[in-house]
């Protein structure tokens, strides 16, 4: 089997490792691709961009693919899925129609109503005046939401009426995210903790990956701004198997039959960023179409299962036959990012100590870095997510940190207390 992936980040150098893995596959190209998936063994890059549609089809076609797998969202929600289907070539993602559900905020809540899936309440609106009539009416803090995609920064948590109308302002009257902010939602603050559950759907079928928890924040103590995420670990602890019932029976299910019911049958990574409330109800804070990144790192980390072969059962609708293996250990991913970021920050640093890193239990996956004279620069925000098995929490995290420490270019930032919430129980 050929394989191919799409994207250039942590997630798709961990689905690369993983595919290369697999007992059917006997190569896997990337496009693009980052300097981990370059040098890694039977994994092969492609240097054509996610978003290359026609270039990924004629590359997919010379290259003998039987099977592509998606990363990033953006190619998802544009209907990457439909035109490898049309073109006869075995894709694994959600076609554009179920891929509103991360394309749309509004889609999405609309949705989550409509199958009486538990959400915060919400309205959208077009018109900034009505928008700041529905403000002046409503409780703070409030969450106000570009309907589209943001790249991760579409979404203002308003702590008073001021920021919720300064929002309203830079999303529906300035474009600060452009036709994404054509429609804004206003949505209740929800507070509890934060769980990502990623399963893996075809129709009706659904198997849930192992549970896990990212950490958005930038800096220690979940403060600072919003990132697309700085770093995860698996499983999370707070998902006991009551929870996990309660997510499967009042969010999973219902979400895959509602689609299925409405004509849109989801294939590919689902996966629900959940607030589990002090009481232990769910609650949809978004969905997106794909696998998590940083979660994709941990997950696969621990996953004994075969992915290619995981893959093709969904696609061959024997999904419900499949059973995932995992590590009963804990795998804990670190993410490395550039000096400044999420705002600016430069490219082209050498990095130091990739390569004294000899363990079977760490692995260094790479996101935004490039190769460059024989020598591998940061060329990303998020730049590597080091990642490590241990017995528990703390030998996991201990075994992730100590490789951080070795690991060098000028101005390198980490958290330093990913994990934090798994050890305080
Ligand atoms: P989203 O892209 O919709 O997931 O929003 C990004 C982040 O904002 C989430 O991961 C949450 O941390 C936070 N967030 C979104 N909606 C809410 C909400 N209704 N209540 C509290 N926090 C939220
Ligand atoms: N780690 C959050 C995300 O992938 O959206």
């Known amino acids: 089997m050929r394989v191919l992936v799409i994207g250039n980040g942590g997630r798709e150098h961990a689905l690369a490792w993983k595919l290369a893995d697999s007992r059917d596959v006997e190569r896997v190209f990337v496009a693009p691709g980052n300097a981990g998936t370059a040098t890694e063994p039977g994994v092969e890059n492609l240097p054509i961009l996610a978003d290359d549609t026609d270039a990924l089809i004629l590359a997919a076609r010379d290259h003998q693919v039987n099977l592509t797998v998606v990363g990033p969202e953006a190619p998802l929600v544009n209907g990457i899925v439909?035109?490898?289907?049309?073109?006869?070539?075995?894709?694994?993602g959600p076609s554009a129609g179920p891929a509103q559900l991360e394309g749309s905020k509004s889609f999405t809540k609309a949705f989550l109503d409509r199958h009486k899936i538990p959400t915060a309440s919400w309205q959208a609106f077009t018109d900034p005046e009505s928008a700041r009539q529905y403000i002046k009416s409503q409780d703070v803090p409030l969450v106000l939401k570009a309907d589209g995609l943001a790249a991760g920064k579409g979404v203002i948590i308003a702590n008073d009426r001021g920021q919720a109308l300064a929002a309203v302002d830079e999303i529906l009257v300035d474009q600060r995210f452009g036709g994404a902010g054509r429609?804004?939602?206003?949505?209740?603050?929800?507070?509890?903790?934060?769980?990502?559950?990623?399963?893996?759907?075809?129709?009706?079928?659904?198997?849930?990956?192992?549970?896990?928890?990212?950490?958005?924040?930038r800096e220690a103590g979940d403060r600072g701004p919003n990132t697309g995420g700085m770093g995860?670990?698996?499983?999370?602890?707070?998902?006991?198997?009551?929870?996990?019932?309660?997510?499967?029976?009042?969010?999973?299910?219902?979400t895959v039959r509602g689609l299925a019911e409405e004509g849109m049958p989801y294939l590919g990574f689902l996966y629900a960023g959940l607030m589990i409330d002090t009481q232990g109800n769910p609650r949809v804070l978004e969905y997106n179409c794909r696998f998590g990144d940083p979660e994709t790192q941990p997950i696969l980390m621990r996953m004994r299962s075969d992915l290619a072969g995981l893959c093709q059962a969904a696609l061959d609708g024997e999904l419900d036959r499949f059973r995932i293996e995992w590590d009963p250990r804990f795998a804990l991913g670190v993410v490395m990012v550039a000096d400044g970021y999420p705002g600016e920050y430069p490219r082209g640093d050498k990095i130091s100590g990739?390569?004294?890193?000899?363990?079977?239990?760490?692995?260094?996956?790479?996101?935004?870095?490039?190769?460059?004279?024989?020598?591998?620069?940061?060329?990303?925000?998020?730049?590597?997510?080091?990642?490590?098995?241990?017995?528990?929490?703390?030998?996991?995290?201990?075994?992730?940190?100590?490789?951080?420490?070795?690991?060098?270019?000028?101005?390198?930032?980490?958290?330093?207390?990913?994990?934090?919430?798994?050890?305080?129980?």
């Open 183 to 217: 429609c804004l939602v206003i949505e209740d603050f929800l507070e509890g903790e934060e769980i990502s559950f990623i399963c893996v759907a075809s129709g009706t079928q659904v198997v849930p990956l192992a549970t896990s928890q990212d950490h958005k924040a």
């Open 354 to 425: 990739l390569q004294d890193i000899m363990s079977d239990n760490i692995k260094v996956f790479h996101a935004g870095t490039r190769q460059e004279s024989g020598q591998t620069v940061t060329d990303g925000g998020r730049v590597l997510c080091v990642t490590a098995l241990g017995a528990t929490v703390d030998a996991a995290q201990q075994a992730a940190y100590g490789t951080v420490s070795t690991i060098h270019w000028p101005g390198a930032g980490w958290r330093p207390d990913i994990g934090w919430r798994a050890l305080n129980r």
């Open 232 to 254: 995860a670990y698996s499983p999370a602890p707070r998902v006991d198997a009551e929870l996990h019932r309660r997510i499967m029976d009042e969010v999973i299910h219902p």
């Open 82 to 92: 439909d035109r490898f289907q049309s073109a006869g070539l075995p894709c694994f």
